[in-house]
């Protein structure tokens, strides 16, 4: 399977006068996860707009391989599409035929067997969520990118959801950033964590995570992980 | 659940038709005690006995069809070209900026200042009255369609991106369904409009239909035909209205009322 890479040198970005990111570097090998932590501000969304290719940055070079969808922190869910409707996008290549087989399939995956036909509005904050990452993998983009996909979910849905992206991703690996404030979420699941600085934001600090899938919460390896990144984002106890 | 759902369908018929129950005995007593003078309103009984008179001479029917005819055409019109002119004006920012003063000018303008020239262009008749409410109901849908384009969530764009959604798919697919329910209110509250310029048209630039039928029975004051037309236009508009709230049940549509 073919996931895609990301290249980024230098790389600046402003909003009129207000710089947000600063000559920021980084390399993600293909089926590589990173994480991204940082202050609120700092230029997280604002650093996924442009791996996306929706923003073009001020200054500096960014390469990228393969195809990437975003999971976004509103909600990106079209409210006029059914649960079914919005898996389906994520195939238009396919004929009805597969493309019904397909989305039963992902739809089995995300756990709602059942609420094929419901409209997002009908759906819970967690399900809904289910949903979009649904709709991101359906069909095998390269790049999964993922703006705190969990925030507005209570602690142990959150925990839930973790095992559930693990699952569809051992399914379907391919190269995942995730921005999150949840350093436990980024330190369980990523294979790198990045720190952002206060805006103007640089990456500040950078910590690769070689603990065996699946990890726990309460792993060893992922607990001493997530003090490092609180120590070096300045938390001391 | 189930008790709470008839009961709440009962409210809906039985409170309005209190209401109207009410101003019809109103209505009824004041004429009756002599509050309200025949000179100023017609008695319930001068009201149905014009109408039985319009009815049977099927004049009342012709002058029905008439309106309906041209509220039909004039909406279908000002629909049939206002949504996708909204559409373009809330996606192309030069057609935005070459035709949004044109068309706040002509929603300022009052309809009815046009009557002159519609009645010099056209003539007395079907043809100006239907250009009446064109030219009164396509600068406001337009305007509103624009408006709710503006507002769709920039995250349906970036979906769409990431989706393939280009071009005609974008605007079909997303922009299009993104405004749906607010252009159902666009649709009524355009309807509504309608009505208003059909009557005022009507009076001054046709020859039949319920407006006309009040200005003919103004003429000849008989007060009582004037309250026929009136019924007429007030049952019809309410009906037309109730039509068009049937579509905010769709499911494409509902999601808008829902959240
Ligand atoms: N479209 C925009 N126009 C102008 N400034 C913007 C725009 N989007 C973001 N900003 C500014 O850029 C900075 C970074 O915003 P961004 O959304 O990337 O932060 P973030 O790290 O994702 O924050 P959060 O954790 O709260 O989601 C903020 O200070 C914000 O004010
Ligand atoms: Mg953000």
Same mark, same amino acid.
């Given at each position: 399977?073919?996931?895609?890479?990301?290249?980024?040198?230098?790389?600046?970005?402003?909003?009129?006068?207000?710089?947000?990111?600063?000559?920021?570097?980084?390399?993600?090998?293909?089926?590589?996860?990173?994480?991204?932590?940082?202050?609120?501000?700092?230029?997280?969304?604002?650093?996924?707009?442009?791996?996306?290719?929706?923003?073009?940055?001020?200054?500096?070079?960014?390469?990228?391989?393969?195809?990437?969808?975003?999971?976004?922190?509103?909600?990106?869910?079209?409210?006029?599409?059914?649960?079914?409707?919005?898996?389906?996008?994520?195939?238009?290549?396919?004929?009805?035929?597969?493309?019904?087989?397909?989305?039963?399939?992902?739809?089995?995956?995300?756990?709602?067997?059942?609420?094929?036909?419901?409209?997002?509005?009908?759906?819970?904050?967690?399900?809904?969520?289910?949903?979009?990452?649904?709709?991101?993998?359906?069909?095998?983009?390269?790049?999964?990118?993922?703006?705190?996909?969990?925030?507005?979910?209570?602690?142990?849905?959150?925990?839930?959801?973790?095992?559930?992206?693990?699952?569809?991703?051992?399914?379907?690996?391919?190269?995942?950033?995730?921005?999150?404030?949840?350093?436990?979420?980024?330190?369980?699941?990523?294979?790198?964590?990045?720190?952002?600085?206060?805006?103007?934001?640089?990456?500040?600090?950078?910590?690769?995570?070689?603990?065996?899938?699946?990890?726990?919460?309460?792993?060893?390896?992922?607990?001493?992980?997530?003090?490092?990144?609180?120590?070096?984002?300045?938390?001391?106890? | 659940?189930?008790?709470?759902?008839?009961?709440?369908?009962?409210?809906?018929?039985?409170?309005?038709?209190?209401?109207?129950?009410?101003?019809?005995?109103?209505?009824?007593?004041?004429?009756?005690?002599?509050?309200?003078?025949?000179?100023?309103?017609?008695?319930?009984?001068?009201?149905?006995?014009?109408?039985?008179?319009?009815?049977?001479?099927?004049?009342?029917?012709?002058?029905?069809?008439?309106?309906?005819?041209?509220?039909?055409?004039?909406?279908?019109?000002? !629909? #049939?070209?206002?949504?996708? +002119?909204?559409? @373009?004006?809330?996606?192309?920012?030069?057609?935005?900026? =070459?035709? *949004? $003063?044109?068309?706040?000018?002509?929603?300022?303008?009052?309809?009815?200042?046009?009557?002159?020239?519609?009645?010099?262009?056209?003539?007395?008749?079907?043809?100006?009255?239907?250009?009446?409410?064109?030219?009164?109901?396509?600068?406001?849908?337009?305007?509103?369609?624009?408006?709710?384009?503006?507002?769709?969530?920039?995250?349906?764009?970036? !979906? #769409?991106?990431?989706?393939? +959604?280009?071009? @005609?798919?974008?605007?079909?697919?997303?922009?299009?369904? =993104?405004? *749906? $329910?607010?252009?159902?209110?666009?649709?009524?509250?355009?309807?509504?409009?309608?009505?208003?310029?059909?009557?005022?048209?009507?009076?001054?630039?046709?020859?039949?239909?319920?407006?006309?039928?009040?200005?003919?029975?103004?003429?000849?004051?008989?007060?009582?035909?004037?309250?026929?037309?009136?019924?007429?236009?007030?049952?019809?508009?309410?009906?037309?209205?109730?039509?068009?709230?049937?579509?905010?049940?769709?499911?494409?549509?509902?999601?808008?009322?829902?959240?």
């Amino acid at each position: 399977m073919s996931t895609g890479s990301i290249s980024i040198k230098g790389l600046s970005h402003s909003y009129g006068a207000t710089a947000v990111l600063k000559d920021i570097h980084l390399d993600v090998s293909p089926g590589e996860f990173v994480a991204i932590v940082g202050p609120s501000g700092s230029g997280k969304s604002t650093l996924l707009s442009l791996l996306s290719g929706y923003l073009k940055p001020t200054s500096g070079v960014l390469e990228r391989t393969g195809t990437t969808r975003t999971v976004h922190q509103a909600d990106g869910l079209y409210p006029w599409l059914t649960v079914e409707g919005n898996l389906a996008l994520g195939l238009p290549k396919l004929d009805a035929a597969s493309k019904r087989r397909a989305v039963s399939d992902m739809v089995g995956r995300i756990g709602l067997t059942g609420f094929e036909k419901a409209f997002p509005h009908a759906l819970s904050g967690g399900m809904r969520q289910r949903v979009e990452i649904g709709r991101a993998l359906c069909g095998g983009t390269d790049v999964l990118m993922l703006d705190e996909p969990f925030s507005a979910l209570d602690y142990l849905t959150r925990l839930k959801m973790r095992g559930e992206l693990c699952r569809l991703l051992e399914d379907q690996p391919r190269t995942v950033i995730l921005v999150t404030h949840d350093i436990e979420e980024a330190t369980q699941l990523a294979d790198r964590v990045l720190v952002l600085s206060e805006r103007p934001a640089s990456i500040v600090y950078e910590l690769k995570i070689d603990v065996p899938r699946p990890r726990d919460v309460t792993a060893p390896g992922v607990v001493d992980a997530t003090k490092a990144v609180l120590k070096a984002m300045g938390y001391e106890p | 659940m189930d008790t709470k759902h008839i009961r709440n369908s009962i409210n809906s018929w039985l409170y309005p038709s209190l209401t109207f129950g009410t101003l019809l005995l109103i209505w009824w007593l004041a004429s009756a005690r002599g509050y309200l003078s025949e000179q100023f309103f017609p008695t319930p009984a001068a009201f149905v006995t014009g109408f039985r008179e319009e009815f049977a001479s099927g004049s009342l029917l012709r002058d029905t069809l008439a309106s309906l005819s041209r509220v039909a055409a004039g909406y279908a019109l000002s !629909v #049939a070209a206002g949504v996708p +002119l909204g559409m @373009i004006l809330g996606t192309v920012l030069g057609a935005r900026l =070459a035709l *949004l $003063p044109l068309l706040n000018f002509l929603r300022s303008l009052s309809p009815l200042a046009w009557i002159p020239f519609a009645i010099f262009w056209i003539g007395i008749g079907h043809g100006a009255v239907i250009f009446l409410i064109v030219i009164a109901a396509l600068p406001t849908i337009a305007l509103s369609t624009m408006a709710a384009v503006a507002g769709i969530p920039k995250v349906y764009f970036r !979906v #769409a991106q990431d989706y393939d +959604l280009k071009g @005609i798919h974008r605007l079909t697919r997303v922009i299009f369904p =993104a405004i *749906l $329910p607010q252009l159902v209110t666009t649709l009524r509250v355009a309807m509504g409009l309608c009505w208003l310029v059909m009557v005022a048209g009507e009076m001054l630039a046709g020859n039949t239909g319920l407006g006309y039928l009040i200005h003919d029975a103004n003429n000849g004051l008989r007060l009582d035909l004037i309250v026929v037309g009136m019924v007429m236009i007030g049952l019809l508009g309410m009906l037309c209205d109730r039509l068009l709230m049937f579509l905010t049940r769709l499911p494409g549509i509902r999601w808008g009322y829902d959240r």
